[in-house]
């Protein structure tokens, strides 16, 4: 036996501690009499599965294995192969992502979503200080616009510009997003949950923003 066969098993894959894929592994189902009636045999196969590799990423490392078992041996080839090689399972999936809340630092301006620093840009950190700052009021398309824009040389958004920033923000805020709700007619409004968690540092006064 050799390495997967003529259907093909789901990928799975099995990154480092440290997150860095290393590699990856290829099992391939296929018995001698089946490369020979395919009119190659199995040294060839792994020849060009070599060379191949070779022509996608020069200078990657291959090693090859061929797996031998007992004559009547039962089972998929691609699992007689994986057992052979000590491969008993599939990699495990990994744990479900640990949920531990919204935390939204006013005074070092950083929005960490369950632990990780997520990467917003200054104008949505702005936007989302500005909604905070005001929590349980319904801020105005207008409003928002004329206090984060207004005296700048940037150039004035129009209202469905601020949706898109809108959007842009809820996305980095995960399964929170639903913290900056959508006020139909009015604008967009602040609503905090038992999971997000503010500090406000040294910010200034909502009337001053």
Same mark, same amino acid.
């Given at each position: 036996?050799?390495?997967?066969?003529?259907?093909?098993?789901?990928?799975?894959?099995?990154?480092?501690?440290?997150?860095?894929?290393?590699?990856?592994?290829?099992?391939?189902?296929?018995?001698?009499?089946?490369?020979?009636?395919?009119?190659?045999?199995?040294?060839?196969? *792994?020849?060009?599965?070599?060379?191949?590799?070779?022509?996608?990423?020069? =200078?990657?490392?291959?090693?090859?294995?061929?797996?031998?078992?007992?004559?009547?041996?039962?089972?998929?080839?691609?699992?007689?192969?994986?057992?052979?090689?000590?491969?008993?399972?599939?990699?495990?999936?990994?744990?479900?992502?640990?949920?531990? =809340?919204?935390?939204?630092?006013?005074?070092?301006?950083?929005?960490?979503?369950?632990?990780?620093?997520?990467?917003?840009?200054?104008?949505?950190?702005?936007?989302?200080?500005?909604?905070?700052?005001?929590?349980?009021?319904?801020?105005?398309?207008?409003?928002?616009?004329?206090?984060?824009?207004? /005296?700048?040389?940037?150039?004035?958004?129009?209202?469905?510009?601020?949706?898109?920033? *809108?959007?842009?923000?809820?996305?980095?805020?995960?399964?929170?997003?639903?913290?900056?709700?959508?006020?139909? /007619?009015?604008?967009?409004?602040?609503?905090?949950?038992?999971?997000?968690?503010?500090?406000?540092?040294?910010?200034?006064?909502?009337?001053?923003?």
């Amino acid at each position: 036996m050799s390495t997967a066969s003529s259907t093909t098993a789901p990928t799975t894959a099995t990154t480092a501690p440290s997150g860095r894929a290393r590699g990856f592994a290829l099992y391939v189902g296929v018995d001698e009499e089946t490369a020979r009636a395919a009119g190659v045999d199995l040294a060839t196969v *792994v020849d060009a599965l070599r060379r191949l590799t070779a022509e996608l990423v020069p =200078g990657a490392e291959t090693y090859a294995a061929v797996a031998l078992a007992p004559a009547g041996a039962g089972g998929r080839d691609v699992d007689v192969v994986r057992r052979a090689l000590a491969d008993r399972a599939p990699a495990s999936a990994p744990a479900p992502k640990r949920r531990t =809340g919204l935390t939204i630092d006013l005074g070092r301006k950083k929005l960490r979503v369950d632990g990780e620093t997520a990467p917003l840009t200054y104008r949505e950190f702005e936007l989302l200080q500005f909604l905070v700052l005001r929590e349980g009021r319904t801020v105005p398309r207008t409003e928002i616009i004329d206090s984060l824009w207004g /005296g700048t040389d940037a150039e004035v958004p129009n209202e469905r510009t601020i949706d898109v920033h *809108v959007r842009r923000l809820r996305a980095k805020l995960g399964e929170y997003g639903d913290v900056v709700r959508t006020v139909r /007619g009015g604008g967009y409004r602040f609503d905090r949950h038992a999971d997000v968690v503010i500090r406000y540092g040294q910010t200034a006064s909502p009337d001053r923003v």
